[in-house]
């Protein structure tokens, strides 16, 4: 490896170590792969990310994408990035084998995406959505959808998007206009309607651009209950030749970051001349989308993890390099690196905490989501309502964290870091998506305290507490863990108690209290789980120093343990101010008139 | 007024009914001016704000200068601006009537320079740093250079700049190369050396620019005791003509933000025919450039301020507009504006409560200021130590509270608050320079921890106590405050305790100990101060409530008490995290390898 943007040796640790990939990888679903096989793929992924990903984030962020003419001019080593990306089988690589996939472990199509979008970010708009949109072709649509569409989405010769945004519903699906009218054709629609923040919505390259869309069939219902999934290609076929289908871009959105990706508005059936295909069954539309949304959005909190990754590498080679300052007290003494200042140990400290513990949650979700492939029954389901509720939690936790942690990494460099000839600044820019896009964290939040907590009458809430006790009974063993095991106990503690004081409020059917304070909840949610997440790694690496007295000189393990004292001691304590804040019991935000903010 | 970028009556009541500016005003000092005469002057910033500034900030980001042929180019309307400024006097604002200033109290100055910086805080290293320079030269200077430089530096026909950082130093003064060499001739001696990150260093309008620049003397010590102040023109005077004075441009800074001043490279003497007129005494620089950077980073505070007041009303402005979602539990209803979303009052309160404590606690700073220019013996001497104490705290605070702000104002756009249609990307990208220049937030920590605590044998730190007390003591009269006032003297109560546990280990000599945490104590520091900010604002708001039953349905009224109640339930409760890890009794940090960080 050239340039260290991802670090193999944790990826390594998370995913066999405490995640367990081996037990996975033993199940008679995974059975054609192995360990050798999955390092193998995850080198693969290294070596596409050093040679189409990471030399060109900065030359793309320059020069983002323009309309000229109609047309969407992307960088030129996009096209090249995705036949490589098609090529290694990576838009396929979750889907099974039967539908033309490599059928690998979500574990590790979850890690080579971590690895790519540390890479380059701003292309996931690209790269993200082809199997996404495959995936959802291949679970609902009829069998002539799935054969028209689904081998070109896999080999990366068309380019899969998602088209649910609309200008004036925003957030508010159940708002949204875009119209399907009957042909009399079975299935077939002809579509209008406006999308807008459509990534990957345009551009030169692809043979077809295919849209999963959003829109309402005339006459249906109002509101969420009314909306139907459709494929809307940009060109459709007619006589086995491609026509266009009336699908224009009407304009582009110029970001302050991810720019490699054109993010467009499109118009849609402005001549009355766009056909949409109905996938599965009538106003199904929303519940198909939640299956490609709820991937975007773990692709999110992946995503984010990847940019403190890059993030923290440069700063850290950056701490490792520069000279400046002495050690307190020593004014003639030689100038030290400043890697030896406490400050900036305690911002990579800090970097290396919010890193590892959202890498460590996302790959602990991609092994609930394996073991939902694999096991039965209760256990199944179990794991579901695990993952559905971390869903949410994933995707904002590494988000809003990791703005943090890329801010760090940044000021770990001065005024160098505000400056371009460093990657920090785009980074800072780039990760500033991840709270907005697939659902803002107010979104996110709504959906976890309002919809998943309440699940199944709070079992999904069980079940995590359930995992927060094998957590401490493993941790119990140690006793080089005695003194963080009673911070976490009081931090899973608290937010039991949290969710009892607001769910009181959900029982009185004061629901719009119950969920005033749901960003905040979800910040201490997202806290106790990293707390979570820390424990098992120190655990874990705890028990190997046991069992080789060597590993208590290792670097690696050293850091390990270093870090999680960090959080639990510097990061940890949040748990009580937020707790504090949500046992409030005025009605402060909704208490507040428009007016009063003037 | 057109569009919204302060708020006037916000302003009036910081000045008038909390911090005293009439008082101030009845001082001999400030004879010539009043309320009126004030009035007319913030008047007339609003006015060159949104003639000069506010309608060309985005045009200025988008077309940042250039360096063309070895020559800065800057945005046509920058000299139009300058003339503005200077015509209206602003750069000679503070300075006496003797010297041909306004002589116009701090307190004034300050609201006005935060009117500057909101309206295009882009702007301010060409406007902020004239009256710096000239000042900087009044106090220490010959007559010779003062008659020379000073009237061209307040009319602005001349720009100013502060010339301390070397590529090799950084925020480690005492290590700068830049030498001058004597010439023989008393107080001029040649310059040679390289200086980066100059704002406004150089560019085409000015007829000079004037560098107040730190060099060493040949042979003077090492470090920061051998280093003197000079002022460097770009042309310097032979024979009554202006000439060339060897300062070349060696580059131009391509910044995330902050884009309508040029950041140069310049590169002293190359041609062995640069000259610099000592200031003061040899050796004396660096004490003499404190009073520039302690101006310079109260400035940074009112800039912060000021973009977080820019980006709280578009965030406002758009909230009030933009319809969006339902009512909770009411999916049939209509359509509301985002604003009666809980999470939106939310977050938009939490950028009041930043915003409005921030700017109350920088003007509480410049009225420490008019009073150390208006009382004398002790009690002058008692309000300069406040001063000095929390002028990092000025600078920091508003900066790193700022970002956070900034970044819940772009969060309610929701998408379109990441693309350029809107003010808040380039808001969020041009406020994240202010925890960097002037000294990075992890100096000012120290500045604060390692200096100015203990400055005196701990009096500062003594006499603020004494400010929270009185501030205590007024809000005790109000049982509307009953609830509020505990958890101020508890925050109060924790910081006086970390303050003590830190100090223990700078008796027993652990300086780097002392110092480890230094940024979280900042943090702690900062928190506190703006509680006392809330609570002196509360108190005002109660007393003139019950003076005037009327105002009880005034929205500005409700609307700062809703504030404060929000920033003493939502904020203010981090005292106890931040308490709980300042007191931690490992050595984190300090006992980190840099190795385990690989």
Redesign the interface.
């Known amino acids: 490896m050239g340039k260290k943007f991802v670090?193999l040796t944790n990826l390594n640790f998370l995913l066999y170590d405490v995640h367990g990939l081996k037990e996975i990888l033993n199940h008679h679903y995974y059975r054609h792969q192995d360990k050798q096989a999955v390092d193998l793929m995850i080198e693969s992924a290294i070596k596409i990310s050093e040679k189409y990903l990471l030399p060109f984030m900065s030359e793309m962020d320059k020069k983002p994408p323009e309309l000229v003419n109609g047309e969407v001019v992307t960088h030129p080593k996009i096209a090249k990035l995705i036949k490589a990306m098609g090529d290694g089988g990576w838009f396929c690589a979750s889907a099974s084998l039967e539908n033309g996939g490599m059928q690998i472990p979500l574990m590790v199509d979850t890690a080579a995406n971590f690895v790519f979008q540390a890479a380059n970010n701003g292309t996931y708009g690209f790269t993200g959505l082809n199997a996404g949109a495959a995936n959802l072709i291949l679970e609902f649509a009829s069998t002539e959808l799935k054969e028209e569409y689904v081998p070109k989405l896999h080999s990366g010769k068309w380019q899969g998007t998602m088209a649910l945004?609309e200008p004036?519903?925003?957030?508010?699906l159940?708002?949204i206009t875009s119209t399907a009218y009957s042909t009399g054709q079975d299935g077939i629609y002809k579509i209008k309607g406006q999308k807008?923040?459509i990534s990957a919505g345009d551009y030169e390259h692809p043979e077809n651009i295919v849209h999963m869309m959003l829109a309402r069939i005339e006459g249906e219902p109002e509101?969420s209950k009314g909306i139907s999934l459709f494929v809307v290609p940009k060109y459709r076929s007619e006589k086995k030749k491609l026509v266009s289908n009336d699908v224009k871009t009407a304009g582009i959105?110029?970001?302050?970051?991810q720019k490699a990706t054109p993010t467009v508005h499109l118009a849609f059936g402005e001549k009355n001349n766009c056909f949409g295909y109905l996938v599965g069954d009538k106003n199904q539309g929303l519940n198909y989308m939640f299956k490609l949304m709820n991937e975007a959005r773990i692709s999110v909190g992946i995503g984010a993890a990847g940019m403190m990754s890059m993030a923290y590498y440069a700063a850290?080679e950056y701490a490792?390099e520069?000279?400046?300052?002495?050690?307190?007290?020593d004014?003639?003494g030689e100038?030290i690196n400043i890697?030896?200042?406490?400050?900036?140990?305690?911002m990579?400290?800090k970097q290396?905490s919010i890193l590892e513990g959202s890498l460590s949650l996302i790959l602990q979700c991609a092994n609930f989501a394996d073991l939902v492939k694999t096991k039965e029954g209760d256990l199944r389901d179990h794991y579901q309502l695990l993952l559905d509720l971390l869903t949410p939690v994933v995707k904002t936790c590494p988000s809003e964290r990791g703005?943090e942690a890329v801010?760090d990494a940044?000021?770990c460099l001065?005024?160098y870091?505000?400056?371009?000839?460093f990657e920090l600044?785009q980074l800072?820019?780039d990760i500033?998506?991840t709270?907005?896009?697939e659902g803002?964290?107010?979104i996110q939040?709504?959906d976890l305290l309002g919809r998943k907590v309440l699940m199944e009458n709070g079992k999904a809430m069980q079940l995590l507490a359930k995992e927060f006790e094998f957590a401490v009974r493993d941790a119990r063993y140690y006793e080089e863990l005695n003194d963080i095991l009673p911070l976490f106990e009081d931090g899973a503690a608290e937010l039991k108690k949290v969710t009892h004081h607001l769910l009181a409020f959900a029982m009185k059917n004061k629901?719009?209290r119950f969920?005033?304070?749901?960003?905040?909840y979800m910040e201490l949610f997202g806290l106790v789980c990293l707390g979570w997440q820390w424990l098992k790694q120190g655990t874990v690496i705890t028990e190997a120093c046991r069992k080789n007295v060597e590993n208590l000189e290792n670097?690696?393990h050293?850091?390990k343990i270093?870090?999680m004292?960090?959080f639990f001691?510097?990061e940890f304590?949040?748990?009580?101010?937020?707790t504090?804040?949500l046992m409030?019991d005025?009605d402060?935000?909704?208490?507040?008139?428009?007016?009063?903010?003037?």
């Open positions: 670090s945004t004036q519903a925003g957030s508010s159940g708002d807008v923040f509101g959105f110029h970001k302050m970051g850290l490792n520069r000279p400046q300052g002495r050690k307190i007290g004014k003639e100038q890697i030896e200042h406490a400050d900036i140990k305690r990579l400290l290396k703005i801010s940044l000021q001065g005024g870091g505000y400056c371009e000839d600044e800072y820019r500033r998506i709270p907005i896009y803002t964290t107010g939040s709504l629901l719009d969920l005033a304070d749901a960003t905040i670097p690696f050293l850091g270093q870090t004292k960090y001691t510097y304590p949040r748990v009580k101010s937020l504090e804040t409030n005025a402060l935000t909704l208490g507040t008139d428009k007016s009063w903010l003037e």
